[in-house]
């Protein structure tokens, strides 16, 4: 697995974001702005993503934009992310943007590794998804959400379900005894993804 590493890496507390071209792209803004957002030392891990629909799917969905349905590999990449948390005496929480959020999800449900969730406009319209959730333990501290404030504006009718779906997921968690915000960001799908990851991440670093 392909990873681009931040920070300090001795820090007690990791990070791990799955990643693609857009994400590596605006890596250093987010890393400098998770650090003027708190004074916690911290490692930040972006772990390549080789096939985003695939690799970040807990199962097989059909396509929502585009023709290419979702795959069912977010199994094998948790196996392959797992290795990267091996320090018994360090701290981990996994985060991401868009599916990548929607993974980090579902891989606090598989595993106690992540001390905290940083979803950042995660894909909450995924089929079946806060199902999943309603009947699985979260094996974390704390999660943060967020979303855009036009995501639910989308024209596809499964995406515009985003907001109703976010809500859902956010009393579901909080009904495990989880500590869990949600907070709004202006813009649709595609503005300031550095910033919103940014803020997941410093969240779950500060109250953890």
Known sequence: METFCLGNPKAQKVLIQPVDEHDLD????????????????????????????????????????GSEDFGEGAGDFLKALLPLCSD???TYYIGGYSLAGLFALWAAC???????VAAASPSMWFPGFTEYMADNAIKCDAVYLSLG???AKARN?????????????KDIIKSKGVNVTF??????????????????????????
């Open 157 to 169: 009718p499964v995406m515009a379900t985003v907001a109703d779906k976010m809500a859902e997921a």
């Open 26 to 65: 605006v890596m250093e803004s987010e890393f400098g702005i998770i650090k003027s957002l708190t004074d916690t030392d911290f490692y930040l891990i972006a772990a390549k993503v080789g096939n985003w629909n695939k690799d970040l799917s807990p199962w097989k969905a059909p396509a929502v934009f």
């Open 110 to 116: 598989q595993t106690d590794t992540f001390k905290g």
């Open 183 to 208: 907070e709004w960001n202006s813009g649709n799908h595609f503005k300031e993804s550095d910033m919103r990851t940014a803020k997941a991440f410093a969240f779950v670093l500060s109250n953890t």
């Open 88 to 90: 018994r005496q360090k």
């Open 149 to 151: 404030d036009k995501e």
